[in-house]
């Protein structure tokens, strides 16, 4: 296993080096202290990592539009942002630009080898704050919607057909339309059919956002 940190404090670099050990006793890493030095790392080895963790606040950082330029290159390779922030428009943006989760550098050993465990098996890690607050946000709209409709549509909010909570949780675990298709028995146009009604239903308009309400709707 080959993975590239990109942050600019060494002991920090070191400290994930020797806890990302307990998740690959032969894994590989490459250091990248400031922004240009992760672009010229996979520049120069193209897909070769299994694994991309990244700080927002390096040296040259360019913004989300940096971290967006970085999981393009690295299309393949789930990319991770770990961070001193925990602010929520941070984790909001990390994941728009495309990152496969957002690990707070406050989190405990456990729940970071939780979320990149998570994030090796295809799902998207979120801080539990981020949940909260992202359902919390949507609660209102959801609230007042109630009161204006007389309770009707506020209370259909969230009735999937239990076709739609079998694609939600794939959605969850960040299976694509054709896997999907594949695991459910569905052709690929069915399945986009139930995204867009879950999407709807949710009132959501990607999915993460939709992956964020799923898992506070589970608890």
């Known amino acids: 296993m080959r993975i590239l940190i990109g942050d600019d404090h060494l002991l920090f670099r070191e400290g994930l080096r020797r806890l990302l050990e307990q998740l ?49 290159i690295a299309s393949d390779t789930p990319v991770v942002v770990v961070s001193a922030s925990e602010n929520q428009s941070d984790v909001r943006n990390s994941l728009d630009a495309g990152a496969a989760g957002f690990i707070p550098k406050s989190s405990s050993v456990k729940i970071m080898l939780s979320a990149l465990n998570l994030v090796f098996s295809g799902g998207i890690y979120l801080p ?38 079998e694609v939600l949780n794939c959605l969850r675990e960040g299976k694509s339309n054709k896997q999907i298709a594949y695991e459910l028995g569905l052709s690929e146009g069915t399945v986009k059919i139930h995204v867009t009604a879950i999407f709807k239903s949710l009132g959501v308009k990607n999915r993460t956002q939709a992956v964020i309400v799923a898992s506070e709707l589970q608890r």
Do not use: Y
């Open 24 to 72: 690959s006793a032969d894994a590989e890493f490459t250091d990248a202290s400031n922004f240009d030095e992760v672009l010229e790392q996979l520049q120069k080895e193209g897909d070769a990592f299994d694994l991309i963790l990244i700080d927002l606040q390096m040296p040259g950082w360019t913004g989300f539009t940096g971290l967006e330029q970085i999981c393009t």
């Open 128 to 165: 539990p704050s981020a949940i909260h607050a992202d359902v919390a946000a949507k609660a209102m709209p959801m609230h007042q919607n109630f009161d204006q409709q007389g309770g009707e549509r506020g209370a259909n909010h969230h009735q999937l057909t239990q076709r739609q909570w």
